[in-house]
């Protein structure tokens, strides 16, 4: 009875993924009854529901001048926006021929390379963001936008050159081989045949490239010294100084800095389910 | 063809390569106009921020009128990143011309130096501030600032819910914990810290340093003050694991007759809200020779001013405008400005002749007089963490006051341990000058070789493709990260570094001279790291796998629902996350006790236990990280080829076969390197740790980062030591995925003979 087995695996299957979807659910709808509620009850309660709804937190968040008034919503949204792009943007772009020589070259130095990139990932920088302010400081770029973007990306590229060395190797060889033998070179071989089959490899990398630089705050409030320069998360960090926590405001101003990365994982995902290397396989 | 080939081509690389520098050149550039610009700095909240904007607006204005414009850039800095953005910023000439701190980070930039002294006292001030105030902004005999605003904890009373008693000493509360319906607390008071706690042990007339930054918080008072915090949470007057946050929101949503807390407070309480300030409770039988009065510790807020080095005319006006700016601040004029507006407790003594009204201000400026100065003393920052530590284990019932006081001495004395030596550097520059150099012969003997110098040339091409992702790693990556490693040599703070050889590992590595598996020794913390490391990343690459493989089953009703539901704790910052979870956990108000009580269960104390604060520590960073498994391997399953099934199954392969014999392989290129870093960040995972269990109970759940990050931060800043503990932490995690196979180029099985590069 095929069809009666399929409906009882489609049944366990939702019923799994529930299970994973509550506890994935869960600690965010309480991020969000603590945006809506009026004031902070602290309570035991088993559902996540807001104690007395309202909006105040959000006009709180969103609605903040500085001392000329300006409205700083927009104009670190705006700077957050800018950062994460440019971030994802510099990250791939430097990333991808690299990734595409150490999946597909023999050179000097590659073994050493790697692991020399996997072992900067390995070192916690709490010694390391004075040295950092030198550097910024040397070129010029403390307190830009620019500076931070540069730092970012570069913080990024080990991890984007992994995760894009695996998509190319996970792409046959054949592929630009038989490019090159109809006559293309290797970097129109890369460019035209290699480069849109990874596409869903790069999409994964900008997205986690974007994302750290969007959320990043430690970094950000050490190098911008201008208000009007900050990104959101500093926003996000003013309202849980050490005394004088704000949760609700801290609530509201979480939802609206994931809210953004939480859209564009919906539209990447199409990216993701497209489905690509099966027809190149093949061919 | 072939040119245009060709320019592609070099167009291409040359906008790789140029990208990382183009952004150089739209480097900053210096908005200079006509009137001279001073920076300011704080970390003030949102409220505070207020008043002294308005108090700056007044001074700029009054530098218009008297023909000399002066623009003041007001930076808000986030609390987090307050002390560490100052201490890049000074010694490079980019930091503030004056700042505003509390006085018990004093000696620390003095001892950095990264402050000046105030200079000359302005006549005009005199009589201005209480000499008390003054005096806690004195340090090695000079004055370093003036005083802006106190702070103390008072007593703030609901006045609905107080009962028609005197509610005046603490046994008042003790009677009245008895006669309140559930879940109103007589008291919220964060007894736990020792910020909190410090006034019960000043009542018992315990002091924690003295003069000479010795430990004195010992002996029968002390012991006395923590048996009467024992007593408080058992007889139910103030709630358990009081939080400061848990204070705010017990006291504002009218869950506590009264609250401990300081001047922060008042802004977020409801105009619906009835309540007044007034000064802590006595003890209605105080012990010999003591007065009963409950005394806070006061802050001294107080605006500091940079080191640096005059270089001209320009610094001098800056000087003196930040100068002036800052007695503009602190006396009179701007005092009620900031106070009026801001609401702050001004420390200036003239500004209260012309408030009249604020009642509350008053009673705050009131219960801030009879408050102790916290002992501008260094060594007094570093009691915090041995004393909190004791007073959590005494609330806990885990060891009795006396003894855990001397603990929390021995704590105290093994982190407050001067530096090392200064140690000749000579040794270390000839060692290192002979290891370059020993470097440099086998690299040219190597170039030497004709079949090497083939290879090398046949690699050129390729390294045109990586050049410009390794420089610019090189810059931003490897040379901070190398110049931090590099300061785990040295011992001392900010600028006054020396160079100490080895001292520093050897301390790690020998536990500090004690038990080598003794509480929080290198080897113990290294166990509970790899004990998290190894939980962690099996559950996420198992749940991750597992909701990946479920997800990818074509006809999935909701599918592309679930796929990004599933995906959004990703998405949230970690931060905001783990201080959630964190919520959740709590003993009495979190969610996960409400919902173990709603199936049967008795509450958890989460974090009274190393195995249950682990668990928290861990279920939130699982929470955290199995999305991005699960991304990475839906990614990776797009990529398999549907034929390769279908092939297996006419075949006659089950599931289970395909399983293992397609899916797994071809999911090993994508995911060994995901588990590899999952492996790394999860080792140096700070945010969760350091925000969920905090290391409770008594530092178990601390693994190396967050260890390394106390003794850069809190354990009185020893960064070359902290630098030590990174490298080790480095070293560790090195050699551990040394044998990975991400190295072993596993890839070549992919079927072909990997050529040298003919780009």
Not at chain 1, 128 to 136: F, T
Request: hydrophobic share 50%; glycine share 8%.
């Amino acid at each position: 009875m095929p069809k009666l087995r399929t409906a009882i695996t489609s049944i366990f299957t939702h019923f799994l993924i529930w299970l994973f979807l509550i506890f994935a659910l869960y600690p965010i709808l309480w991020v969000i009854a603590l945006a809506f509620s009026k004031g902070v009850v602290p309570e035991s309660r088993v559902l996540p529901v807001p104690s007395h709804f309202s909006l105040e937190h959000f006009q709180a968040v969103i609605l903040r001048t500085d001392a000329q008034g300006r409205w700083l919503f927009a104009r670190q949204l705006w700077n957050s926006t800018l950062t994460a792009t440019a971030t994802a943007f510099v990250s791939v772009l430097i990333a991808i021929p690299a990734a595409y020589a150490f999946s597909r070259f023999d050179f000097v130095g590659k073994a050493t390379t790697l692991r020399g990139l996997l072992a900067t990932q390995m070192f916690p920088g709490v010694a390391a963001s004075v040295p950092l302010y030198l550097v910024l400081d040397t070129l010029n770029l403390l307190d830009t936008l620019s500076g931070l973007v540069l730092v970012y990306a570069t913080s990024t590229l080990p991890f984007a050159l992994f995760q894009l060395r695996s998509t190319f190797d996970t792409i046959p060889r054949d592929l630009d081989e038989a490019a090159m033998v109809d006559g293309a070179s290797r970097v129109e071989a890369f460019l035209r045949v290699v480069l849109p089959v990874a596409r869903p490899g790069i999409a994964i990398t900008a997205l986690f490239a974007f994302m750290s630089a969007w959320n990043e705050f430690i970094l950000a409030a050490t190098f911008l010294s201008r208000e009007e320069h900050y990104t959101l998360p500093i926003l996000l960090q003013s309202y849980a100084t050490e005394h004088d926590a704000n949760l609700g405001h801290f609530a509201a101003g979480a939802i609206l800095v994931s809210l953004p990365v939480m859209i564009l994982f919906y539209l990447l995902q199409r990216e993701l389910v497209a489905g690509l290397t099966a027809g190149g396989v093949k061919g | 063809m072939l040119i245009s080939t060709l320019l592609q081509r070099r167009f291409l690389s040359l906008v790789l390569h140029m990208a990382p520098f183009l952004f150089v050149a739209s480097g900053r550039i210096q908005a200079q106009e006509g009137a001279l610009t001073i920076f300011l700095w704080h970390a003030y909240g949102e409220g505070e921020a207020r008043g002294l904007e308005a108090a700056v607006k007044a001074f700029q204005a009054r530098a218009q009128e008297e023909g000399r414009p002066i623009r003041v850039e007001i930076t808000p800095v986030p609390f987090g990143a307050y002390a560490s953005k100052l201490q890049a910023a000074i010694p490079t000439g980019k930091g503030p011309d004056l700042f505003i701190d509390a006085h018990d980070r004093l000696a620390f930039y003095v001892e950095s130096e990264l402050i000046r002294p105030f200079g000359a006292w302005p006549p005009e001030l005199d009589g201005e501030f209480d000499p008390l105030h003054l005096n806690a902004l004195r340090w090695k005999g000079v004055l370093w600032g003036l005083p802006l605003s106190i702070k103390c904890l008072v007593l703030y009373l609901n006045r609905k819910l107080a009962p028609p008693v005197p509610l005046e000493t603490l046994e008042d509360f003790e009677a009245l914990a008895t006669r309140l319906p559930k879940g109103i607390w007589p008291l919220a008071w964060e007894i736990s810290s020792t910020y909190g706690s410090a006034a019960l042990f000043h009542a018992y007339g315990a002091r924690h340093i003295d003069e000479a930054g010795h430990f004195t918080l010992l002996g029968p008072a002390a012991e006395a003050a923590l048996f009467r915090m024992q007593a408080l949470l058992a007889k139910g007057v103030v709630p358990p694991e009081g939080s400061g946050e848990l204070v705010r929101n017990l006291f504002a949503s009218g869950r506590a007759v009264a609250a401990v807390s300081g001047p922060w407070l008042a802004p977020d309480l409801g105009p619906e809200l009835e309540w007044e300030v007034r000064p802590l409770p006595r003890l209605r039988e105080p012990p010999k020779g003591q007065s009963g009065a409950m005394t806070p510790f006061a802050t001294v807020e107080a605006v500091f001013f940079p080191s640096r080095i005059p270089q001209g005319k320009e610094d001098k006006a800056r000087e003196q405008a930040a100068r002036a700016l800052a007695i503009f601040l602190a006396a009179s004029e701007g005092a009620r400005i900031r106070a009026l507006r801001g609401g702050h407790i001004v420390a200036s003594e003239r500004a209260w002749k012309g408030l009249e009204g604020l009642e509350r201000e008053r009673a705050f400026r009131e219960a801030a007089r009879q408050a102790i100065p916290m002992p501008t003393h260094p060594l007094m920052s570093r009691v915090f963490g041995p004393v909190d530590r004791a007073i959590r284990k005494v609330l806990r019932g885990e060891l009795e006051p006396g003894p855990a006081l001397i603990e929390a001495s021995h704590r105290f004395a093994d982190e407050t341990r001067p530096p090392p030596p200064p140690r000749d550097p000579r040794f270390a520059i000839v060692l290192l000058t002979s290891l370059l150099l020993v470097l440099l012969f086998f690299a040219t003997r190597r170039l030497l070789d004709p079949q090497f110098r083939v290879t090398l040339l046949r690699s050129l091409p390729a390294y045109a493709w990586v050049a410009h992702a390794l420089i610019a790693i090189f810059l931003l990556v490897v040379l901070p990260l190398g110049v931090g490693a590099l300061t785990s040599f040295f011992a001392g703070q900010g600028r006054n570094l020396h160079y100490v050889g080895l001292a520093n590992y050897i301390d790690i590595l020998t536990a500090r001279g004690q038990g080598l598996f003794s509480r929080g020794s290198f080897y113990l913390v290294l166990g509970v790291t790899i004990l998290w490391t190894i939980l962690n990343v099996t559950l996420h690459v198992v749940i991750g796998v597992s909701l990946a493989l479920l997800l990818s089953r074509s006809r999935l009703f909701l599918r592309p629902i679930y796929r990004v539901l599933l995906i959004l704790p990703w998405a949230i910052p970690n931060y905001v996350t783990a201080l959630t979870w964190k919520g959740m956990f709590h003993r009495q108000y979190g969610a996960v006790n409400a919902i173990l009580s709603a199936i049967g269960f008795e509450p958890v104390s989460w974090f009274a236990r190393f195995s249950t604060a682990f668990t928290a520590n861990l279920i939130t960073n699982v929470w955290l990280g199995f999305p991005f498994m699960m991304v990475v391997t839906l990614g990776a399953l797009t990529s398999i080829p549907k034929d390769l099934y279908e092939a297996a199954e006419v075949d006659g392969a089950t599931p289970w076969d395909c399983f293992w014999r397609i899916t797994v392989p071809m999911l090993r290129p994508a995911l060994l390197p995901a588990i590899t870093m999952g492996a790394v960040w999860t080792f140096n995972m700070f945010n969760v740790v350091f925000l969920v269990s905090a290391g409770e109970p008594d530092g178990s759940t601390e693994i190396l980062v967050s260890e390394a990050y106390r003794w850069a931060f809190t354990r009185g800043n020893q960064i070359g030591y902290a630098a030590a503990y990174s490298v080790l932490i480095f070293v560790v995690l090195f050699l551990s995925t040394r044998g990975l196979p991400i190295f072993g180029m596993q890839q070549k099985n992919l079927g072909e003979k990997k050529g040298v590069a003919h780009a």
